[in-house]
């Protein structure tokens, strides 16, 4: 096989080339993204063709999903490009699905296993030519995995980086700290949008590689922001998502991190959205031994979650992060003014630091000064930028001035 490389998503084989043999362990499933490949099985030793796939079909899924040995071969037979699919990649899929789905599809696997057509008979007609067109939802869904394939490739190839934002004193506009948001820039697609991938890694464990990475990179990153500022303490807020919180190791790894770079535990403000109340358990644990240590917790998108207030009672975090949605209107809509001045109040409440996300414009700037919140972010102080430019931004200039527009 040639171009066999761990760290493409992308996999070439020649005409004539032996994709995967009968018997062989399911390792790889395909997206077959260019060319033509048959499937085939032996029959009294010689090769009974199957099926032949083409462009946009999935190749050798059966035995990744059910873990049984290969009951076809494949073969291509034109020069063909697919994108790889691991094992591991369907296997978390298929253990994260409802039990009753998962036993649906065994079902349909062992019945399929056992057709005619797969174990010898070769009396069923060949389907020839293309396979049929895939609707345009399992379009999205291959699309996701061949997102997820190239986003594992990325973090093995370091092409996730993390930006840093401004946060900043409402009143004064000095720089309080960063956030880290993590950017991907694929040599194929361009810039990927973190919201996009961001969510397939966190319905992956995929988040736990790349959440690792980044806290790394942005508490090493702090400490040289921080020894550039000695006349103030400042903090970086990493984004965490719960499958992250639920790894046994995180708050030692965390530690150790934060140990290595000469950094308080205070420094670190670890963003999670209220989803961290309601899946895991271990995950909130984790979150709480966190918050013992001296890591500061913020709500993230505070105000646009479904869960009710409840878990306010139970559970203490340093600061909200209210949405940015909230301030897009606050100028417009006095509903969205009362909302926003009511959480503010509640912060306070509750002894928390309260941090407005989104902010623009001085007007929007001048409007939350006066509703008492504490901390802004948002493109008018600054958006996310690569390491080096916040640096010379750091040397050039300590104090934000709003632009004045
Ligand atoms: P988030 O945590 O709510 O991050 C704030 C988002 O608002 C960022 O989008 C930021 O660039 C954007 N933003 C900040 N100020 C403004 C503004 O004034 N106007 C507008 N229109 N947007 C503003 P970004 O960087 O695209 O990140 C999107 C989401 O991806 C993040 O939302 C977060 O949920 C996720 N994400 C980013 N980095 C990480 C990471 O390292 N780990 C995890 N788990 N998620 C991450
Ligand atoms: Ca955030
Ligand atoms: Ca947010």
């Not at 009974?48 to 035995?63: H, K, N, S, Y």
């Not at 959440?211 to 000695?230: E, F, I, N």
């Amino acid at each position: 096989m040639s171009n066999w490389g761990s760290s493409s998503a992308l996999k070439h084989f020649q005409i004539g080339e032996t994709i995967f043999s009968e018997g062989d362990p399911g390792e790889w499933a395909y997206i077959i993204e260019s060319g033509r490949v048959e499937v085939a099985v032996n029959v009294d030793g010689q090769p009974f063709p199957l099926r032949i796939l083409t462009t946009g079909d999935v190749l050798g899924e059966m035995a990744v999903m059910d873990t049984a040995p290969r009951s076809a071969s494949a073969k291509a037979i034109e020069e063909t490009v697919c994108v790889a699919i691991s094992s591991h990649q369907i296997s978390e899929r298929v253990q994260d699905a409802d039990p009753v789905v998962q036993l649906l599809m065994k079902t349909l696997l062992h019945r399929i296993r056992n057709t005619p057509q797969v174990t010898s008979s070769p009396h069923l007609r060949i389907p020839n030519g293309k396979a049929p067109q895939s609707p345009a939802e399992n379009d999205q869904v291959l699309d996701k995995m061949r997102l997820e394939s190239e986003l594992r490739a990325a973090l093995d190839n370091q092409q996730l980086r993390p930006h840093y934002q401004p946060l900043v004193n409402i009143h004064t506009c000095q720089v309080l700290g960063f956030e880290a948001l993590i950017r991907w820039f694929s040599p194929t697609r361009g810039h990927v949008s973190p919201g996009e991938f961001t969510s397939i890694a966190e319905e992956t464990s995929l988040i736990i590689p790349i959440g690792r990475q980044t806290l790394k990179q942005a508490c090493r990153d702090l400490a040289q922001l921080q020894t550039m500022s000695p006349d103030r303490v400042l903090f970086m807020s990493i984004n965490v998502a719960p499958r992250q919180l639920a790894e046994a190791d995180f708050l030692a790894e965390l530690q150790a991190i934060i140990d290595r770079y000469k950094l308080q535990a205070s420094q670190v403000k670890l963003e999670v959205t209220e989803r961290v109340f309601m899946e895991d358990p271990v995950a909130l644990k984790t979150l709480q031994c966190c918050r013992q240590a001296g890591f500061h917790i913020a709500l993230d998108d505070f105000g646009t979650g479904f869960s009710s207030l409840n878990y306010l009672t139970r559970f203490e975090v340093d600061g909200f992060k209210i949405d940015r949605a909230f301030v897009r209107e606050i100028i417009t809509n006095p509903r969205t003014q009362v909302l926003l001045s009511s959480m503010l109040t509640m912060a306070k409440g509750l002894g928390m630091q309260t941090v407005v996300e989104g902010i623009e414009t001085l007007e929007q700037l001048k409007m939350l000064q006066r509703s008492g919140c504490d901390i802004g972010q948002g493109y008018l102080f600054g958006k996310p930028l690569p390491f080096r430019e916040v640096q010379q931004l750091l040397n050039k200039e300590l104090v934000y001035k709003p632009i004045r527009s």
